[in-house]
């Protein structure tokens, strides 16, 4: 069969920026951050107070009958992007298209909130057993598995772990296997729900939380935040969703993945680098073509010059005309969502015109000389954009995106 071109037809989301996709992109648009102190938790005896959490989430009102107490908050987050992105499609699900849809998710941590309740279970309250269920809320595929059995989809859905590029892997995946024919539908994306103080504790230990805010690539960042969410993508056929006169947000177009060979928490250049060049080859763009670029940016004094060097590596004279933006500053850090979250972002830059600002940006830092779109959005059309992650072990996965318009 020959290559086929990838539409994205729907787009779900639920993030500290909002419930939902409309109230998120409202916050994005504005360059309104959803960070704030940390409120399910008591984070006293922590380092630091603040995240990106999902505030005034009722899982009541997503799950009849008490279902929700039958999988852990990560993969509720799944469902409800998967449930809003599929709406969103106006796909008609025949029997023959169940069957031949396909579901690929990213998480990182998976279930830790049933994790960390088993472990209280056992030696906080002694009572010598966990819940039942706990094996099935707490492994990585829980959400991909739940979309499974609440949307009746029946093809190929399976989760990939990459630490913070887990999503982007993910959402790699999907496209080839539309694009080469594998697959007539894709539901694709992440999720992460990761506020426990045992994981956070963890966190903690690795000294990269920032104390007050996240500020990606600015002279006076302090660290990384924390954010939880979950967001997803249909996908289909270019031709398949023009033909049922569906609206189209944009393409992917290409994607590319790398390891650094090389540390397990230390980025390099040349690994990112070479991602980039990867997804532009797939996609078959010159790095010209590329306008607007949403970076890992987690914020950390290591990630961001690396990232700006590998940018400049890939782009050379481009590079100063590209606008660059992390919309961690705003969303926080989701981990194996993260690249979910920056997906649905980048789509909607291209759709709506409107890119989203870096917040939080208040000091030029001469390692990271690029255009970030500090602290105001930017309306700007462009024709193609690149979404980047990153992860510990040095896995990086790069999508890339081309407006429907193009």
Not at 64 to 87: H, I, L, N, P, W
Not at 225 to 232: S, V
Request: aromatic fraction near 6%.
């Amino acid at each position: 069969m020959a290559s086929r071109r990838v539409a994205i037809t729907g787009l779900g989301i639920i993030s500290s920026l909002g419930l939902n996709l409309a109230e998120t992109w409202e916050s994005l648009r504005l360059g309104r951050p959803g960070i704030g102190p940390i409120k399910s938790l008591d984070c006293s005896t922590l380092r630091f107070q603040n995240g990106a959490e999902v505030r005034g989430y009722d899982a009541t009102k997503h799950f009849e009958d008490g279902r929700e107490a039958y999988f852990d908050r990560f993969a509720q987050f799944s469902v409800v992007a998967a449930r809003e992105a599929m709406r969103h499609s106006g796909v008609e699900l025949t029997p023959e298209l169940r069957e031949r849809s396909a579901i690929v998710c990213g998480s990182a941590v998976g279930g830790q909130s049933s994790i960390e309740a088993g472990f209280e279970d056992l030696w906080v309250q002694g009572r010598g057993r966990v819940h039942p269920l706990t094996i099935p809320k707490t492994m990585a595929n829980a959400g991909a598995s739940q979309i499974s059995m609440d949307l009746g989809l029946s093809g190929p859905t399976y989760t990939i772990s990459t630490a913070c590029s887990s999503a982007n892997h993910a959402i790699g995946q999907a496209f080839r296997l539309v694009r080469d024919g594998e697959s007539d539908l894709a539901v694709t994306g992440g999720s992460e729900a990761m506020f426990t103080i045992g994981m956070l504790k963890a966190w903690e230990a690795m000294r990269v939380i920032a104390p007050d805010t996240c500020r990606p690539f600015s002279k006076d960042r302090r660290g990384m935040i924390l954010g939880e969410g979950g967001g997803m993508m249909i996908l289909e056929p270019l031709e398949a969703a023009r033909a049922r006169g569906a609206k189209i947000y944009a393409e992917v177009c290409g994607f590319g993945m790398t390891s650094d060979a090389h540390h397990l928490t230390q980025p390099t250049v040349d690994g990112p680098a070479r991602a980039m060049r990867g997804a532009l080859r797939d996609a078959g763009l010159a790095p010209e073509e590329i306008g607007y670029i949403n970076a890992h940016g987690t914020g950390t004094p290591g990630n961001d010059p690396v990232e700006s060097a590998a940018i400049r590596a890939v782009f050379r004279a481009h590079a100063d005309k590209l606008a660059i933006s992390s919309t961690k500053s705003m969303h926080g850090h989701a981990l194996g969502a993260a690249g979910a979250l920056e997906a649905v972002a980048t789509v909607m830059a291209l759709d709506q015109g409107i890119l989203p600002p870096t917040a939080n940006y208040s000091e030029r830092d001469p390692e990271c000389d690029l255009d970030y779109i500090p602290n105001q959005p930017r309306a700007l059309r462009v024709q193609a954009a690149l979404s980047n992650s990153f992860a510990f072990g040095g896995l990086n996965a790069v999508v890339a995106f081309r407006a429907a318009s193009y």
